[in-house]
């Protein structure tokens, strides 16, 4: 059974980092993709960054592209999300997702992490 738990939320103030991690388990994923999605209250969930595993290809959205980097340890199953200058629109839950595929649904999400940014 596969399971992925995010760990490295918190709360800061606008301008600081965090570093979130995912781990995975019950699966490989190095012939996939693996990502960040966010979730503000009331909002839908949004992309936030795909890493291709055989590549290290990598695709932010634009919101955070240039604060944000995603990699990943293959050897350890595990993806980052590296997150600098951060801002009080950055806050929200953040899940951690998965797939064996190149595209399309990912099939597996974690149980999320809290960041909250406060100015």
């Known amino acids: 059974q596969v399971q992925l738990v995010e760990s490295g939320g918190g709360s800061v103030r606008a301008g600081a980092s965090l570093r979130l991690s995912c781990a995975a388990s019950?699966?490989?994923?190095?012939?996939?993709?693996m990502g960040w999605f966010r979730q503000a209250p009331g909002k839908e969930r949004e992309f936030v960054a795909v890493?291709?595993?055989?590549?290290?290809?990598?695709y932010c959205s634009d919101s955070v592209k240039g604060r944000f980097t995603i990699s990943r340890d293959n050897a350890k199953n595990t993806v980052y999300l590296q997150m600098n200058n951060l801002k009080p629109e950055d806050s929200a839950v953040y899940y951690c997702?998965?797939?064996?595929?190149?595209?399309?649904?990912?099939?597996?999400w974690g149980q999320g992490a809290q960041v909250t940014v406060s100015s």
């Open positions: 019950g699966g490989s994923f190095t012939r996939g993709r």
């Open positions: 890493i291709w595993s055989s590549d290290d290809i990598t």
């Open positions: 997702t998965a797939s064996v595929r190149l595209m399309g649904q990912y099939e597996y």
